[in-house]
């Protein structure tokens, strides 16, 4: 019996392997055509990737873009069904945009914070920012039978943090044997049961829903008088949605919205902490933006916060790539003749693109000013440089149909945060326990992914 059970184990290996090689060799004569670029100095290995891929991509822009040519770089970790992302050239951009998913698919502060004057603190920026925009979101999100449940707010932000470690761990395999190992990765088999978790959590407000015909195309219309925010999310599902379409919706859209928006503003905290020019501006600007109750902040007012998010974004972005999808038929991009088969990856150059010099003056200085700038030269189009505008320069938040459905709201916490620590407490970061007062570092990133620096923290005391 054991050698049976050895010899099958040993046999479902043999398979993925020539199956891997198979599809490896397929994809490499399909995308023949799609030049390889690598790192110049020959070193390719996968720790290289992981730890250095923006310089990578940035270079294979700056040599390919000016041809308005497409590239693909090899994918050297596992977790992926292919071999490649295909790179494409800024103009093919507005052509994604445009095509659909048949072509292309795709309460804590008073807890947490010194309250008394005097008082102070100090915070890890990762583990401070992912609770609080779990307790933010949900309370925008969800209805309060989740908003108030302590343990479902521990779920998701624990889920938000578990589905990047589970990424990490399947790629740490080689793609031929990634899909195998998978399910018996703990952080996997944990992602699984909080899915789970998830769908028994939403089950009472789907099957309320479904009773009252609000999840019918009649009565969307008429949805406007629900009662929790998440609406708006599948308000456009088909009438057959099933209980796990709509909890697996619900995860992801907190898994996007939690983890994403505590990186950006712990990369932003970095940036104005060892500014000091900008903190002291944008702590102007933010008592100024203050009520008259004393207690609530005019966004609008925010211009320069805003400015300054949208240049930290620009040049530490969460991900270095936006607007992935595979291929679900051959395509053939019109603007170019460009010709790639099912299957292929393709994405854009996020962050290359926004170190270009010849969209951005000094592209690699960090210029607090830089969009307050370019409004008042650009009046005519001031709004399309606001943080929450997706543009072919700004690809933060992707583009055109699949752009974050949630940016505005993601803008609204960010700025609504920083302006509340910014005028409330004194605010110095520290590396490694100690004052900071170098320079602003340079952010490092995991495969794709910014990875805000850990030895940092911020020490709060209350005004």
């Given at each position: 019996?054991?050698?049976?059970?050895?010899?099958?184990?040993?046999?479902?290996?043999?398979?993925?392997?020539?199956?891997?090689?198979?599809?490896?060799?397929?994809?490499?004569?399909?995308?023949?055509?799609?030049?390889?670029?690598?790192?110049?100095?020959?070193?390719?290995?996968?720790?290289?990737?992981?730890?250095?891929?923006?310089?990578?991509?940035?270079?294979?822009?700056?040599?390919y873009q000016k041809n308005e040519q497409a590239f693909k770089i090899t994918i050297p970790v596992g977790g992926y069904s292919v071999k490649y992302r295909v790179i494409l050239p800024k103009s093919h951009l507005e052509e994604i945009k445009h095509l659909s998913n048949n072509v292309f698919s795709c309460r804590y502060f008073a807890?947490?914070?010194?309250?008394?004057?005097?008082?102070?603190?100090?915070?890890?920026?990762?583990?401070?920012?992912?609770?609080?925009?779990?307790?933010?979101?949900?309370?925008?999100?969800?209805?309060?039978?989740?908003?108030?449940?302590?343990?479902?707010?521990?779920?998701?932000?624990?889920?938000?943090?578990?589905?990047?470690?589970?990424?990490?761990?399947?790629?740490?395999?080689?793609?031929?044997?990634?899909?195998?190992?998978?399910?018996?990765?703990?952080?996997?088999?944990?992602?699984?049961?909080?899915?789970?978790?998830?769908?028994?959590?939403?089950?009472?407000?789907?099957?309320?829903?479904?009773?009252?015909?609000?999840?019918?195309?009649?009565?969307?219309?008429?949805?406007?008088?629900?009662?929790?925010?998440?609406?708006?999310?599948?308000?456009?599902?088909?009438?057959?949605?099933?209980?796990?379409?709509?909890?697996?919706?619900?995860?992801?859209?907190?898994?996007?919205?939690?983890?994403?928006?505590?990186?950006?503003?712990?990369?932003?905290?970095?940036?104005?902490?060892?500014?000091?020019?900008?903190?002291?501006?944008?702590?102007?600007?933010?008592?100024?933006?203050?009520?008259?109750?004393?207690?609530?902040?005019?966004?609008?007012?925010?211009?320069?916060?805003?400015?300054?998010?949208?240049?930290?974004?620009?040049?530490?972005?969460?991900?270095?790539?936006?607007?992935?999808?595979?291929?679900?038929?051959?395509?053939?991009?019109?603007?170019?003749?460009?010709?790639?088969?099912?299957?292929?990856?393709i994405t854009a150059p996020a962050a290359a693109i926004a170190t270009d010099p010849e969209i951005f003056r000094e592209p690699n200085t960090f210029d607090g000013h830089?969009?307050?700038?370019?409004?008042?030269?650009?009046?005519?189009?001031?709004?399309?440089?606001?943080?929450?505008?997706?543009?072919?320069?700004?690809?933060?938040?992707?583009?055109?149909?699949?752009?974050?459905?949630?940016?505005?709201?993601?803008?609204?916490?960010?700025?609504?945060?920083?302006?509340?620590?910014?005028?409330?407490?004194?605010?110095?970061?520290?590396?490694?326990?100690?004052?900071?007062?170098?320079?602003?570092?340079?952010?490092?990133?995991?495969?794709?992914?910014?990875?805000?620096?850990?030895?940092?923290?911020?020490?709060?005391?209350?005004?």
């Amino acid at each position: 019996m054991l050698y049976e059970v050895v010899f099958l184990a040993l046999g479902v290996i043999v398979i993925a392997l020539v199956k891997n090689v198979y599809n490896k060799r397929r994809s490499e004569q399909l995308l023949a055509h799609i030049l390889t670029h690598t790192f110049l100095d020959g070193d390719n290995s996968r720790k290289r990737y992981l730890s250095d891929l923006k310089t990578l991509l940035e270079s294979g822009y700056q040599e390919y873009q000016k041809n308005e040519q497409a590239f693909k770089i090899t994918i050297p970790v596992g977790g992926y069904s292919v071999k490649y992302r295909v790179i494409l050239p800024k103009s093919h951009l507005e052509e994604i945009k445009h095509l659909s998913n048949n072509v292309f698919s795709c309460r804590y502060f008073a807890q947490s914070l010194p309250q008394y004057k005097g008082h102070a603190a100090t915070i890890n920026l990762m583990e401070f920012f992912v609770p609080t925009i779990t307790s933010l979101t949900n309370a925008l999100l969800v209805d309060s039978r989740l908003s108030s449940d302590p343990e479902w707010l521990q779920q998701t932000a624990d889920f938000a943090v578990n589905r990047y470690g589970a990424a990490d761990d399947v790629r740490q395999w080689p793609p031929c044997l990634a899909g195998l190992i998978a399910p018996f990765i703990p952080s996997v088999k944990r992602l699984r049961e909080q899915r789970t978790y998830v769908m028994q959590k939403m089950k009472p407000i789907y099957d309320e829903l479904k009773g009252q015909s609000l999840l019918s195309t009649d009565d969307k219309k008429n949805r406007r008088k629900g009662t929790f925010g998440y609406e708006w999310l599948w308000s456009g599902a088909p009438d057959d949605v099933t209980l796990q379409d709509f909890s697996d919706t619900m995860m992801r859209t907190l898994i996007a919205a939690i983890h994403t928006t505590a990186k950006t503003i712990s990369v932003a905290f970095i940036d104005v902490l060892t500014q000091p020019e900008f903190l002291a501006e944008l702590t102007r600007e933010a008592r100024e933006a203050v009520e008259d109750d004393g207690q609530s902040i005019n966004l609008d007012k925010l211009l320069k916060l805003d400015c300054f998010l949208k240049e930290s974004q620009r040049l530490s972005p969460v991900f270095l790539f936006t607007m992935n999808r595979i291929l679900t038929q051959d395509y053939e991009f019109k603007c170019s003749g460009l010709k790639l088969p099912k299957e292929t990856m393709i994405t854009a150059p996020a962050a290359a693109i926004a170190t270009d010099p010849e969209i951005f003056r000094e592209p690699n200085t960090f210029d607090g000013h830089r969009y307050m700038r370019l409004r008042e030269e650009h009046k005519e189009s001031a709004s399309s440089l606001v943080l929450g505008m997706s543009t072919i320069d700004s690809l933060g938040f992707g583009l055109g149909n699949q752009a974050c459905p949630g940016r505005f709201l993601a803008v609204n916490n960010l700025k609504l945060m920083m302006a509340k620590l910014m005028i409330s407490w004194e605010l110095t970061l520290e590396k490694n326990g100690q004052e900071f007062q170098g320079p602003r570092p340079s952010m490092e990133y995991k495969d794709f992914s910014v990875v805000p620096p850990s030895q940092f923290s911020i020490r709060l005391k209350k005004l």
